[in-house]
């Protein structure tokens, strides 16, 4: 009336209706296809939220602005509702009633579990559901049972052949906007909401719903189970109390393994995870629980959840109970994870027994096994000073031992545990021909976990040699093949490397961020070893930028804990001559040379024996000096990186200069320093040349030539200045004072 009228009215008129109600007898279509030849006549179909506006929505209740918390919460009641706000507003309500959400300091914190079906949803769709007949809702409660989408032909098998039955289904569940076709999929459909289809599915009685699963399951088997993997171990992992155990564990393993090709780590965790879930306890099958939670524990490992630890442990009480040997070896290997160290510098007596156990454990002779398994002990015995010669004994016999035996797979593991393994000062060269061996096997074989191991390797091996150019390039490839990887491990290791290589360049801004970046892993891989590794790079900004006084607490808290690192006493050796706090260089310059500089020859002996050199030059030990000397000199030619990479201190000619300088030779100084700086400056980095020229006034004044003392200062100040070193600024401004 108000629309026909001849006056004009200012007046805006709202109506609303529920169109899936709505059918072509009721009274109201005929008013809106009138209304339709009306102008000023809007119509709008009303949607659900989008995902942003649930955020939004979500945040408004919960008085907070929009986090990470209240964003993936967001996301996941938006998948469950589509928007829809009064499911939105149903949901929330019995999350915080449930105490799914609690707040904590006035902030929602969720806690774990599924959404769950409210009860207000349930009584809402419920009445939708109603209106329809009870032959569609049997063929949709077939359809929730196949998952939130489905299609037409395998509803059709599973409901006997009744294609009419379920089309008629499917074509009033559609007029009554319960399901809807997949746009540019013939046959496929999918619930408009998930509630919807978690309605339908909760009302099924138990005992059907098993045999539901069951029919779908053998539905499935029948046509291309290849192409239906997850969908059966879904099915049949259901179904599994209805004798269906033995395709539960074979699909949800097919569903595992090909998540784990599409490198979906958790998806493979929560495969294997559900098929131990649903093992029969009393079944006494040790054997099939020991290999799924050696299993389970390799997909914790790649999705970087500490917990692999425990399914490798159980896994090898039930070896035991089933006597099976080479499960029991299989387990304590993986019980190290997928490289040979679990945290530098510990030593894993856990570990290693089990280690032990399993080669008595394995038949005697050659095996890929036990070739692993005394790999592994070498890796464990790494940090332990006293093993050397065990170690490196126990290195070569598995090497041997592996290449005897034709199993690629286990030698490629016996690769990487035998290049840490033989890891120590002057065998950089043949750690180099190792790593490409493993690089070119591992690349033969497919795999990219081996393929990043072997590049982190070589690249560390030629930059020890002194091949920056090759170095470099291995940086490019290993994080390439990282970010395919996508392990957390795998993006530590990124951001370290490319932390590493940024200090190389002196871009501090861009170390700064890559530190920052590293820290976002920490809790996905060995915090110990992210955390050392941390350290070293924080300390060597410090260094340049100053600060570095700050650090002494946390060394002297490394040396504490990791006393099969002497490194972190060296380290302190490093700030107090860097700093200018010299009696403290010479306090632990003693402790270390109470028996003659006998560092554990390691990965961290080159290091070590560097930073006791520059110390020994700063306070004058000409004793020390000689020793030094003595030491470095044969390993000029290297140049001394700190920790997988972290960092590169630059060539050994540098601290074998200083080590010559402190026992009075100034002429090898001469030399030894002359070279260091041509090569970091052929190498293009700006910040080991100053660090060069620095070191080369101390020496220059130490032999009274304040000239060049003078001109090298003046260099280091200017460019130290206008990059912002203001660390290594002071510490070169100090020479002349001294």
């Known amino acids: 009336h108000l629309l026909r009228g001849e006056d004009a009215v200012p007046v805006l008129v709202i109506g609303t209706y529920r169109d899936t109600d709505l059918g072509r007898g009721h009274p109201l279509a005929e008013l809106l296809a009138d209304l339709r030849r009306q102008p000023h006549v809007e119509r709008v179909d009303l949607r659900g939220l989008p995902a942003d506006g649930v955020a939004e929505l979500i945040g408004a209740a919960a008085g907070q602005d929009l986090d990470a918390e209240i964003a993936s919460l967001a996301e996941e009641v938006w998948g469950e509702t589509e928007g829809n706000p009064f499911f939105v507003g149903q949901i929330l309500r019995h999350l915080v009633e449930t105490g799914a959400v609690v707040q904590e300091d006035g902030r929602w914190v969720r806690r774990a579990g599924e959404l769950g079906l409210p009860e207000g949803v349930r009584e809402v769709i419920g009445h939708r559901l109603s209106r329809l007949d009870d032959a569609t809702n049997e063929v949709l409660a077939l359809a929730a049972v196949l998952g939130r989408e489905f299609d037409a032909e395998t509803l059709v098998a599973a409901s006997d052949g009744h294609a009419e039955l379920v089309f008629d289904a499917l074509e009033q569940a559609e007029q009554a906007r319960l399901v809807t076709g997949t746009r540019g999929r013939p046959g496929r459909y999918s619930f408009v909401h998930a509630l919807v289809r978690s309605t339908l599915y909760e009302e099924l009685a138990t005992t059907r719903r098993l045999r539901l699963h069951k029919r779908v399951g053998e539905v499935l088997e029948a046509r291309h189970p290849e192409r239906h993997a997850d969908e059966l171990a879904h099915h049949w992992c259901e179904a599994a109390v209805l004798d269906g155990q033995v395709r539960a564990v074979s699909y949800a393993r097919q569903a595992a393994a090909r998540a784990l090709e599409r490198l979906a780590y958790e998806e493979a965790v929560g495969w294997y995870e559900r098929v131990l879930g649903v093992l029969d306890p009393d079944d006494g099958d040790h054997a099939l629980r020991a290999e799924l939670l050696i299993e389970l524990g390799y997909a914790l490992w790649f999705a970087g959840e500490h917990r692999w630890l425990a399914p490798m442990a159980e896994a090898m009480d039930e070896a035991r109970a089933a006597g099976d040997g080479e499960l029991f070896a299989r387990a304590a290997i993986g019980r190290g994870g997928r490289r040979p160290w679990v945290e530098v510098g510990v030593v894993d007596d856990d570990l290693l027994a089990g280690l032990y156990e399993a080669l008595d454990r394995l ?309 030894h320093l002359r070279v260091a700086l041509e090569l970091v400056e052929a190498a293009g980095s700006p910040r080991l040349a100053l660090v060069v020229k620095t070191a080369w006034a101390q020496q220059a004044a130490r032999v009274g030539d304040r000239r060049r003392a003078e001109e090298l200062v003046a260099q280091v100040v200017r460019e130290c200045h206008e990059r912002g070193y203001d660390g290594l600024r002071a510490q070169a401004e100090r020479v002349l004072a001294r």
């Open 363 to 671: 038949p005697p002779g050659d095996s890929p096994l036990r070739a692993m398994a005394m790999a592994r002990i070498a890796g464990a015995l790494y940090f332990r000073a006293t093993s050397h010669d065990e170690r490196i004994e126990l290195s070569h016999a598995s090497l041997a031992m592996a290449s005897r035996c034709d199993d690629p797979e286990a030698l490629a593991f016996v690769l990487i545990c035998f290049h840490w393994g033989i890891w120590q000062p002057g065998n950089a060269a043949e750690r180099l021909d190792v790593a490409q061996e493993l690089l070119g096997l591992a690349r033969r074989l497919g795999n990219r976990d081996m393929e990043a191991i072997a590049l982190q390797y070589e690249t560390g091996d030629r930059w020890e040699l002194g091949d920056v150019a090759g170095a470099r390039g291995g940086l490019q490839r290993l994080m390439a093949v990282n970010e395919q990887l996508g392990t957390p491990e795998g993006r530590w290791i990124t951001s370290l490397a490319q932390g590493a290589l940024s200090l190389f360049e002196g871009d501090v801004a861009s170390v700064r961020r890559h530190m920052a970046e590293q820290t976002k892993w920490w809790g996905r891989v060995a915090p110990g070893n992210a955390q050392q590794l941390y350290g070293i790079q924080d300390l060597a900004v410090r260094h340049l930028c100053g600060g570095m006084e700050e650090l002494l607490p946390l060394c002297e808290a490394m040396i504490e804990t990791y006393p099969n690192v002497p490194a972190w006493r060296t380290a302190v050796v490093f700030i107090g001559w860097a700093i200018g706090d010299l009696e403290r260089a010479r306090r632990e310059l003693d402790v270390l040379g109470a028996d003659g500089f006998r560092l554990p020859l390691d990965g961290n002996w080159h290091v070590g024996v560097a930073l006791c050199g520059l110390a020994a030059h700063a306070v004058g030990d000409v004793g020390a000096g000689e020793r030094l000397y003595e030491l470095l000199a044969p390993h000029s030619g290297a140049w001394v990186c700190v920790g997988m990479i972290s960092d590169c201190l630059g060539p050994g000619h540098l601290y074998t200069g200083l080590a010559a300088g402190a026992a009075g030779r100034a002429e090898v100084a001469e030399h």
